[in-house]
Structures are given as structure tokens and as C-alpha cells.
């Protein structure tokens, strides 16, 4: 470890200490209010058990499978059978008071001439249909997700059929405020109940990918909605849960590359920064792994928890060296002040899985028990995030085998690749990060292939 980066440690140690004693100990997850999160569905219709391994699912890109079965293969998106036993394992467990957060991406991976507009409606619609059947009385909040749009990560800053298309499937779980900006912008905000409210910020208008808002200084007047929305929620005492597809900060596994594009980073974290007393949680997907991230101010104290959760798809482009297990997951909140508590990841060992012919969903791990925490505030989490640099290293390797939610062979992570882990974890601005990493060029955010 470099003098800077002990440094680094050592200032965030400082950081933890001087953080004023933690507010309230905190309802017991059996009094907790919980939500769900399930994100990158990404359902690939095609996925079929053909002999020839080139052609079990177009998602593969012509690459041959070599562990399919009825759940699925790490070279293809999700069969149908994976989503239903992911919402089938939802079901049993789910109680009459949870909501459901969705954080996009329905449609497989494949070529853009292989889909459509009508044909990514069509995915988001079944996909849609088949979470009210499973769960017709649990409310439901999801945010647009790169995939949800044809071409893909194209999304626009005015109202098209994708939009309106979404805005009236989810009619369903949604007022006609939210309906009305989600079909003009693909955003919304609606309150879950009394004193909290989602916000559902479409972050693929700052996607570096995405086209249609090349130099705009604020697609579709986003930021603007944003700080309103934050600035009245604080002005009526309600909490919010950002929510949301694309995550603020860096990527966990590349070297300096921003989740979207550099100059909207900064500015997203600027007005969550504003707002961080407003805001209870963030919670986020499309890197289809599991990472956490502490928001920090301008003192470096730490004023939000961030999560990021595995996708539903196990999926991993042929160059990958490892994918994720399926997942979803579950959160507890306080009820009082709607800080987060504890999460509860679950996860299907995909392998084990297609051996037995069966969907043993299982408890993967629970946040507070796997790492010792009383909780998954901000203050506690920044507490972890000091812990996991220094020795030893049991902590970080149970942290890494949960980013790939227990992928078979256990993937290590360290040197360059901790250090990533760990400087994204921490620091969300690019000085703070580049600091961190010692990184002396700048990349921009480029989607990789496979997100
Ligand atoms: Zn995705």
C-alpha cells in the first residue's frame, strides 16, 4: 500500500471517529418496514435447450455454452424459468407491507437488428405483466434501464413510444403525476407511503453511450425536476430512496471509468450532496454486480449509503473471467427515519441448479451478520469501507465472493483489483477518486460490451 493510500485510510479513519454518535439504534429487522430490489431481468425469449451449444440462446453472440440447462447458462441472458423462479422465491417470502424497486433492463443482450421498438415494449410488457401476476397487490416502482429503449442506451429527452409505452404498463403502480413526467422524460417521483417517497431518476440520459444528449447541459431538465423534487421532499420532512438504473461514481472493476458520463457524475453528486439529509438510501443496478458505495461531503464525513445490486441475469460476455450468480434482494428500513438496516441477498447457484433440474433459491448472505455492522447507515458503512483495506483480508475476499454473488472457482481480487474495489467504494468525485487510485490520465465513461 502506498504512503498516499495509508493516508487516504488514515484521514477516513479520522472521518469514522469524529462521526457524532449514531442517531437511534435502530428498530430490529423484525419491526423493520422491507422493500425488495430486483434489477436486470434481461430476458432472452430465445433460450431453448438446442443440441448444437452455438444456438442455445442468441445472447451468446454465437458462442458456444457449456453449462446450459433449464435455469440458464453464464454466456446467455435469463430464460423465462429463471425470472418465474426468481419471482416464485419473491412470493413465498413476501409480506403484505413490502414494495418492490425494479431498476431496469429488461431486453437481452443482443445485436440492435436482432430487436425492435415494438419488440423492446413487448419484453418490458411481458416482464411487467408477469410481476403483477406474482405479486398483484405489492406496489411496484421501476426506473428505465439502458436496455429499455430501441436502439439500446439511445434513450431520448422528449416523450416517444417507449415512454408512453412504459407510462401506461405501469399505470398500474403509479399516479398520474409520475405517469405524466415517466411518458415526457422517463423519470418520476411518487410517495411510497407516509414520509418516504421513491425518486426514479432516468441516469441513462447521462449515459456515455447514449447519443441523444451529446453536450446537454441538462436532458430533458432532469436536474432541474431533481432539485425540486429533493429540495420539496426536504420542505415536507419526507425521506427519499433514489433509485435509479446507471450508478453515480466509479466502476468497481476498471481503472478510472465513470458509471455514466464524467461532467453529469459531478454534477448528480453535487445535488445529492445538497440533499443528502433528505436522502435515505440509493439504490442502483446495471453493472449486474453487488458493490457498495459511501457518499461522503465535503469534510469527508459520510451522508448516504449507496447500493448496488446484482442482476436477475447471470450473464457475462465470452471475455469476461467471471459472471454473477442470479439474485435479488431484500432491504429492511427503520421505520422512523427510513435509514437502511440490513440487507438480505439471495441467489440461485446457477450451476448446482441445472444439475438437480430445481431452483433452490437461497440466502446468500445478511449485510449486518457477514461483516458485524449494527446497521447500514451511511456512518457504519463508511466503517466497513475502512475496515476492508486493512489486514486481514477476510472481510475484503467475503466482500469480493459477494460482487459476483458466490461465483463458482471463487475469483480472487487483489493489488490493482482491490484497489479499485476499494477507491470506488469511497470516492465518488473524480479529485477524491484519482487521488485514491493515483491515477494520472483520464478516461470517459464508455459502456464496456456487455453492460
Ligand atoms: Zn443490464
Known amino acids: 500500500m502506498t504512503a498516499q493510500l495509508v493516508c487516504f485510510v488514515l484521514l477516513l479513519c479520522a472521518a469514522v471517529r469524529l462521526e457524532a454518535a449514531p442517531p437511534g439504534r435502530g428498530a430490529e429487522p423484525g419491526d423493520a418496514g422491507r422493500f425488495w430490489h430486483i434489477t436486470d431481468l434481461h430476458l432472452d425469449p430465445t433460450y431453448h435447450l438446442a443440441p448444437d451449444p452455438t444456438k442455445v440462446c442468441f445472447s451468446s453472440k454465437g458462442k458456444p455454452t457449456t453449462d446450459a440447462g433449464p435455469f440458464g447458462d453464464f454466456l446467455c441472458d435469463?430464460?423465462?424459468?429463471?425470472?418465474?423462479?426468481?419471482?416464485?422465491?419473491?412470493?413465498?417470502?413476501?409480506?403484505?407491507?413490502?414494495?418492490?424497486?425494479?431498476?431496469?433492463?429488461?431486453?437481452?443482450?443482443?445485436?440492435?437488428?436482432?430487436?425492435?421498438?415494438?419488440?423492446?415494449?413487448?419484453?418490458?410488457?411481458?416482464?411487467?405483466?408477469?410481476?403483477r401476476q406474482h405479486f398483484p397487490n405489492v406496489s411496484v416502482f421501476p426506473a428505465m434501464g439502458n436496455h429499455d429503449y430501441w436502439p439500446q442506451d439511445q434513450l431520448p429527452t422528449s416523450t416517444n413510444d417507449i415512454y408512453k409505452a412504459a407510462a401506461r404498463l405501469w399505470s398500474p403502480w403509479l399516479q398520474d403525476d409520475a405517469l405524466k413526467t415517466l411518458s415526457r422524460g422517463g423519470f418520476y417521483t411518487q410517495l411510497v407511503r407516509a414520509g418516504v417517497r421513491v425518486v426514479s431518476v432516468n441516469s441513462i440520459l447521462y449515459y456515455g453511450p447514449d447519443r441523444a444528449t451529446v453536450n446537454m447541459?441538462?436532458?430533458?431538465?432532469?436536474?432541474?425536476?431533481?432539485?425540486?423534487?429533493?429540495?420539496?421532499?426536504?420542505?415536507?420532512?419526507?425521506?427519499?430512496?433514489?433509485?435509479?438504473?446507471?450508478?453515480?461514481?466509479?466502476?468497481?472493476?476498471?481503472?478510472?471509468?465513470?458509471?455514466?458520463?464524467?461532467?453529469?457524475?459531478?454534477?448528480?453528486?453535487?445535488?445529492?450532496?445538497?440533499?443528502?439529509?433528505?436522502?435515505?438510501?440509493?439504490?442502483?443496478?446495471?453493472?449486474?454486480?453487488?458493490?457498495?458505495?459511501?457518499?461522503?461531503?465535503?469534510?469527508?464525513?459520510?451522508?448516504?449509503?449507496?447500493?448496488?445490486?446484482?442482476?436477475?441475469?447471470?450473464?457475462?460476455?465470452?471475455?469476461?473471467?467471471?459472471?454473477?450468480?442470479?439474485?435479488?434482494?431484500?432491504?429492511?428500513?427503520?421505520?422512523?427515519?427510513f435509514g437502511i438496516l440490513d440487507l438480505w441477498q439471495y441467489f440461485l447457484n446457477l450451476t448446482e441448479a441445472n444439475l438437480e433440474q430445481r431452483a433452490n433459491w437461497k440466502l446468500e448472505y445478511i449485510m449486518t451478520k457477514a461483516f458485524g455492522m449494527p446497521d447500514l447507515r451511511p456512518h457504519n458503512l463508511l466503517e466497513l469501507a475502512v475496515r476492508l483495506w486493512l489486514p486481514p483480508n477476510a472481510a475484503f475476499d467475503a466482500y469480493f465472493a459477494h460482487f459476483t454473488v458466490s461465483y463458482d472457482g471463487r475469483p480472487s481480487c487483489q493489488g490493482e483489483c482491490k484497489l479499485l474495489q476499494l477507491c470506488s467504494m469511497l470516492h465518488l468525485d473524480q479529485a477524491r477518486y484519482g487521488a485514491c487510485v493515483g491515477a494520472q490520465q483520464h478516461r470517459h465513461s464508455l459502456a464496456s460490451n456487455l453492460l
Open 78 to 131: 435469463s430464460p423465462y424459468g429463471l425470472i418465474q423462479s426468481a419471482f416464485m422465491h419473491m412470493k413465498s417470502l413476501v409480506q403484505p407491507n413490502d414494495f418492490i424497486i425494479w431498476t431496469g433492463d429488461s431486453p437481452p443482450h443482443v445485436p440492435v437488428s436482432e430487436l425492435s421498438t415494438s419488440m423492446v415494449i413487448e419484453v418490458i410488457s411481458n416482464l411487467t405483466q408477469s410481476i
Open 217 to 337: 447541459s441538462d436532458p430533458a431538465g432532469q436536474y432541474e425536476w431533481l432539485d425540486d423534487t429533493l429540495k420539496k421532499a426536504g420542505d415536507d420532512m419526507e425521506k427519499v430512496y433514489i433509485i435509479s438504473h446507471v450508478p453515480l461514481g466509479f466502476l468497481p472493476s476498471l481503472r478510472n471509468v465513470t458509471a455514466i458520463r464524467d461532467e453529469h457524475n459531478e454534477k448528480l453528486l453535487n445535488i445529492f450532496r445538497r440533499h443528502s439529509h433528505v436522502i435515505a438510501g440509493h439504490f442502483y443496478g446495471h453493472t449486474h454486480k453487488d458493490s457498495i458505495m459511501v457518499l461522503l461531503d465535503s469534510k469527508d464525513s459520510p451522508v448516504n449509503s449507496v447500493f448496488v445490486a446484482p442482476a436477475v441475469t447471470p450473464i457475462r460476455s465470452f471475455s469476461e473471467p467471471y459472471s454473477n450468480n442470479p439474485a435479488v434482494r431484500l432491504y429492511f428500513y427503520d421505520k422512523r427515519d
